[in-house]
């Protein structure tokens, strides 16, 4: 055999070989997957902080579950507490992922990311009864400020000068909220409206909107880009068919 054949022959082997490698990794990956209540996108059907698989609802528990099934990739889904535990465990553990996460420009580079799943509006949410104006995150310095520990909405406050008082558990903005030990609760939208209605609070005025941010699936730097990929063109598709505005649509009407 010449030289020229035999150099053929050894790289075409050694595609197959590469070729069956990505195969296994198909078959047999499997993602760790965290959530935290942060309802309506994530929460335990037992409303406790902790829960496993089927125990799980919301908008991105069904969007995530059905693109993971369309994928064929295996997984385990968590919900776990605090958000800044499992958000440091997907950053340092392959294999693993945590949603909804906002994809901001000091987190790019610290994840692979799959994408959009839902909208996340920041805003300032005042008592139905509060004379409060504010057109900037300037003038709302001078109020005392709710926000959830360790949430993207928080460290940006921080990151803008503010001191917000955090909170454990973004439902517990609520009632600091309503007895008066906050004068602004920043959250999310559609977050805090769902919140709010559900702790029968209604009537919060949304005294500014002072950000935006998509929410995503943050996984794990060393995720395959093959798994990233076929994640997202699932998602694509679960987009253009419709089953993203109607699993929305179904927690918020």
């Known amino acids: 055999m010449s030289l020229k054949r035999l ?12 070729g069956a490698a990505r195969a296994e990794v198909d078959e047999n990956y499997s993602v760790i997957l965290m959530t935290e209540n942060f309802p309506p996108y994530n929460m335990a059907t037992n409303d406790k902080n902790y ?13 995530v579950r059905e693109m993971f099934k369309r994928a064929g990739i295996n997984y385990h889904m ?19 992922g945590v949603f909804v996460a906002a994809r901001l420009p000091e987190r790019e580079k610290l994840f692979k990311w799959v994408g959009p799943i839902g909208p996340d509006d ?14 900037s995150l300037e003038q709302a310095k001078q ?6 520990k360790g949430d993207a909405i928080a460290e940006h406050l921080v990151a803008q000068g503010l001191e917000p008082q955090t909170a ?13 030990r906050i004068d602004l ?22 005294v500014l909107r002072f950000d935006s941010a998509e929410l995503f699936l943050a996984l794990n730097p060393e995720t395959p880009d093959e798994v990233v990929n076929k994640l997202q063109a699932e998602l694509d598709k679960m987009r253009a068919e419709g089953f993203i505005d109607k699993v929305l649509a179904s927690y918020l009407e």
């Open 7 to 18: 150099l053929v022959a050894l790289i075409g082997v050694s595609l197959l070989y590469i």
């Open 122 to 135: 920041w805003v300032m949410l005042a008592k139905a009864d509060s004379t409060i104006t504010i057109n």
């Open 185 to 206: 609760w920043a959250t999310g939208d559609p977050a805090g409206r769902y919140l709010a209605k559900q702790a029968g609070v209604t009537g919060l005025k949304n």
């Open 143 to 148: 109020y005392r400020v709710g926000a959830y």
């Open 168 to 180: 454990f558990r973004d439902q517990d903005n609520v009632e600091k909220l309503q007895a008066g």
């Open 78 to 96: 968590t919900l776990r507490f605090p958000w800044a535990r499992i958000y440091k465990l997907a950053l340092e553990k392959p294999n693993h």
């Open 51 to 63: 829960a496993r698989e089927e125990n799980l609802k919301g908008i991105a528990v069904e969007v």
